[in-house]
């Protein structure tokens, strides 16, 4: 909804509601392939019925061999609920891309806004471009989103579909250029094939615009032609039209089985990166998304020249990061931070430019833990993460996040400023607040030790706090004040639960 010149997500109780989030939150894989590289590690498990879950075909999940090590059984669904409870500790309020989706079965007081990955391209007509045309990519995704929407349909937590990531949409020459180059059964080239012939009066007529030497229709379709050296550009306007088509069938398609099997439900389109956002392809989506979104990764996004001109309609950001060499990685990833503290003040300006920015309406951090050192299966191994392989939170990051966080919806509507240099470094934060059973403490720098106090002065607990976390719940119901011995002695009340 737009109000006052910028927009807004509505929420299901009809409140503002802008999207804070990161991708793939909730889980930590941290996977690396190991096939001719079995050398570079040590104590990796063999394969095994025991040990096979922490296997992706040649690769070993280093995280979650972690979880398991950290949380013990069930580690997966109790990292879910950790990670729901820090993300609510460090104001981000959305589960982004590739995150867990069991959300919708944990109570509603730990729960938060998540969203739903399709990724769908098979037969394509390029490696990330699918083939639109063809009944099987139809059936396909499909059956992707019926899968997923029988169990969101109907959760107000739900917000959105992304169906795929980072399509190569290229351009009218390159998909038709990428269109010729396949064989008779591609039906993206037979629609392509049809479309030529009803555009142009004869296979002489392509032959005399292209520089091609064919003898008939039937020889282009089922050749699998070499465009080296042949003007395809020539076919300009037609390859606009076809363009236009594959956008048409694509954004239709996928709108259409939304609506049949998630009715209501936001389509937050294809997560656009690069060079491959055109006015064709937005043109087009403008009509059947909810809201667009974009890979960026820049510094900041306030003047972020898309959606195009002539397109009034929101955006979520749904990759960015910065990244540092201070705690041993060694590649940055896209967005480079001289440190971790760095990492945070950039956060902070990459938020502020995006609530000042009237069509965003969301940013979503890439992603939740870092790449393996070793790389992923893609080679990367960026410090791109909130926390480490191991689940070491990101403390100065994360204390930057919350400055802004805290203040997304005074800050968007321009009800006031935030001011950095007025932040405490001490500022401690726990959480669940109540608690039942495990207390959650973070502070900007790794806490150590601690004592629990009842309110009369007695001391109920004190020692060592092991990877940010108290044991509670042999503490009887009631108020406590929880003191950490760092240099200042930091303090905070809580509230024990029955």
Same mark, same amino acid.
């Given at each position: 909804?737009?109000?006052? $010149? ?25 996977? %690396?392939?190991?096939? $001719? ?119 107000? *937590? ?24 396949? &064989? ?9 094939? $049809? ?35 042949? $003007?395809?550009?020539?076919?300009? &306007? ?14 239709? %398609? ?20 690069? %060079? ?59 967005? *480079? ?68 966080? *805290?203040?997304?919806? %005074? ?77 200042? *002695? ?9």
């Amino acid at each position: 909804m737009k109000i006052n $010149d910028r927009w807004w997500i509505i929420d299901p109780d009809g409140c503002l509601f802008w999207s804070a989030g990161v991708n793939s939150a909730g889980k930590l894989v941290v996977a %690396t392939p190991l096939e $001719d590289r079995n050398h570079f590690f040590e104590g990796i498990p063999e394969k095994s019925a025991e040990t096979e879950i922490l296997y992706s075909g040649s690769s070993y999940k280093h995280g979650l061999a972690n979880l398991y090590r950290k949380y013990g059984e069930s580690s997966e669904e109790e990292y879910l609920a950790v990670s729901l409870k820090r993300m609510r500790s460090w104001g981000l309020n959305t589960l982004g891309g590739w995150s867990n989706e069991t959300v919708g079965q944990h109570p509603d007081n730990i729960k938060l806004p998540y969203t739903v990955y399709i990724g769908s391209v098979y037969p394509g007509i390029n490696d990330k471009f699918p083939d639109v045309f063809d009944p099987r990519w139809i059936s396909n995704v499909e059956n992707f989103i019926e899968e997923k929407a029988a169990f969101v349909k109907d959760d107000p *937590y739900f917000f959105g579909f992304f169906i795929n990531n980072e399509i190569k949409w290229g351009t009218p020459f390159s998909l038709a250029k990428n269109s010729l180059e396949k &064989d008779g059964a591609s039906v993206g080239k037979q629609v392509y094939v $049809d479309l030529l012939q009803q555009r142009l009066t004869s296979i002489d007529s392509f032959n005399e615009i292209t520089g091609a030497s064919l003898s008939s229709w039937d020889e282009l379709l089922n050749s699998v032609l070499n465009t080296q050296g042949l $003007d395809i550009y020539a076919l300009k &306007d037609i390859n606009v039209e076809h363009y236009n088509n594959m956008c048409e069938v694509y954004f239709k %398609t996928t709108r259409d089985f939304i609506d049949l099997y998630a009715p209501g439900k936001m389509y937050l389109g294809s997560r656009w990166h690069g %060079t491959h956002k055109n006015i064709y392809n937005m043109t087009v989506a403008a009509k059947y998304l909810d809201i667009f979104s974009f890979n960026a990764y820049e510094n900041e996004v306030e003047f972020y020249p898309y959606p195009p001109e002539g397109i009034d309609m929101p955006f979520i950001i749904t990759e960015f990061n910065f990244g540092a060499l201070d705690r041993g990685k060694f590649f940055t990833g896209l967005g *480079y931070a001289s440190d971790q503290r760095n990492r945070g003040e950039k956060y902070v300006n990459f938020i502020e430019g995006a609530l000042r920015n009237p069509n965003c309406v969301g940013a979503h951090w890439f992603m939740w833990a870092n790449s393996t050192t070793a790389g992923r299966g893609n080679g990367e191994n960026a410090n791109c993460g909130l926390v480490s392989a191991t689940d070491q939170i990101y403390y100065d990051l994360i204390s930057y996040m919350r400055e802004i966080t *805290y203040h997304l919806y %005074t800050y968007g509507t321009g009800n006031s400023n935030i001011v950095l240099d007025s932040r405490s470094h001490k500022e401690i934060y726990a959480y669940p607040n109540p608690v039942e059973s495990q207390l959650y403490v973070e502070m900007i720098h790794p806490v150590l030790q601690g004592e629990i106090y009842s309110l009369d002065g007695k001391s109920v607990w004190s020692g060592h706090i092991t990877d940010g976390i108290i044991n509670v719940a042999d503490l009887t119901a009631g108020v406590y004040i929880l003191r950490i011995k760092d240099d200042s *002695y930091s303090s905070i009340k809580f509230v024990k639960s029955s």
